[in-house]
């Protein structure tokens, strides 16, 4: 592992530890808004949250490109990888910064000044330039997760291409254009990253199982082509409400339906995907990618219920949403980002003691996130019931049973931090220690009056 | 591969084309307005049509449903929970020239009898 990797890499959890303290706070800036309104409003800790949740993300899957690339194509690293992470690491630090000063550019997700999405896309494309040029010089046949990889790559940069149209006074002359837009270009970027990460989740397990089929199989393609056909379209479940030409709606409602396929598949594989946990429990990076399966399961689940627009006109603009949400990049993306992570650092290499700790805070993720996630659910149950069913007009009333069950959302996220907190300490643990072999890592375990059992991975 | 950023292209052409056949252009106060209200950050707190924050409710028809002396007392001295964003008088008029542009785009709240038997909506545009 290279410096810029390490540092990269470094970076990138920082971001998931301020995701989750900034969350942590701005839950309870949403409960208690008076206490917070004079030094740090939830208009402002709200950006912060979600910039740092989606920079972690999309740097977590590009930490897992920089690296793996090196074994898929066996190129090392050059100087569009140090570019690319130079360039963007300055710019989310700049954004952070205009955050801080209340400088805003308030648009969902994206809600920083415009002007740094420039060099945001320009950063893309050298991290493209890189993967491109790797995959170039290699081989013809590539297994899916190469595919997988490009696709997240490209789409990335056509949908935030697209998030920016919003520039040119046409798009802005309608107002439903607007918002389809704005929609279209988010709804297909989570798509986008998603392939980037599943890639890497397909990569990890074939190497971890030691069966490169499962990486060309049939079926592995066809989920491949569902994926692909859902970014492009299914964002259109966002809108449903949205009075919009007719087209949108129908065609996004048909094609969200054929995850049902996924969802099935799913679940007759889930026996086979019980013994495969059993067997390789021992393996960090191993759980946190079984323990996504498990978010994927519950998450696709709530998400096709909200597909269909008839119970969607109960969900939307709910809490049910931040739960899918959350269930998405908490129990999928972060889980399995963990996994890579930890696969890099070799995490499955540190002491006993360390993996006790690490023990402790994967439990208290998987047992707090459920709660945090169940409390959403059941908060945008009653806001929808009392909205839509009991047709309450009056906001204020409406809201008064949800903020209540609100507050064990915020509390599970104190415990959801304190967990994750436990998680990332032992990653920054492993970087420091990274690619010393056995006796380095018997300094480390005596460090801990510990034995050190070593795991090979590979 | 190629097919399918052609494809894409395609489909994204005719949405920015045809999702909306009838558009309504917002005059010059609707669009500086509209500068105040993402310069604001305002769309961490409030929704239109269910898309946004939750802090506060969506906005989508308060123009119609509260009127404007409401709106206008809202944003020159905010609430317990939505602070005092001090905006000037000329602001406070485009922001709200802004909602009313806004409401006249549609209804947020989907009616019960546009909902098909197939569970899919069957809006009238606008």
Redesign the interface.
Known sequence: MTKTLKFFTAFTLTMLLLTLFFGMIAAFA?LY??LY?RYL????L??MHVSAALFWIISGAATGLLFFKKNVFGTKENTSDKVFVWIWVTTILAIFGFYSFKK?????YW?FPPFLCLPIFIAWIFLMNSFFSGWKKSFKNPPLYV?MW??GL??FL?TFT?QNLYQIPW???????E???Q??SNGAMVGAWNQMIYGTSLYIMSRLLGDGSIARSKKAYIFYFIG?VNL??NWGH?????????????LA?AISMTEWIVFIAICIDFKSKISQARKYRYLYTHRFIMHAEFWAYLNLGLALMMS????N?YT????IT?AHAMGATIGINTMILLGSLGYILKIDRLPAFNKKILNIGFITVAISLLVFWGALVVAGLLKGYRE?WLGM?N?QQMMKPVLTTLHVFAFAGIFLFVGMFTIIWNYFVAIKYWKLEKPFIKELAAKHQEKSTMMEVE | MLLTFLFFGCYSGIVYLFCDNKPDAPDAAAQRGWKVWQEKNCQSCHQFYGLGGYMGPDLTNVASQKGTSYMRGIIEHGTGKMPDFHLSNNEVNDVIAFLSWVDKSGKSQVADSSVHWTGTYIISHK
Not at chain 1, 41 to 44: M, T
Not at chain 1, 238 to 250: E, G, K, W
Not at chain 1, 316 to 319: C, D, I, S, V, Y
């Open positions: 949403f808004p008076e309104n409003p939830f208009y402002q709200r950006p805003f550019g308030g648009r969902e809600e595919w490009a696709t490209i789409f056509l697209e798009f802005r002359q309608s107002f439903l254009r918002m389809t837009i929609w279209k692909v492009m379209i966002h809108i449903y409400n949205l009075p919009a030409t007719s087209f949108v709606r129908h409602y269909i627009p008839a119970i006109r939307h603009g709910t809490h931040v839509v007009t906001f």
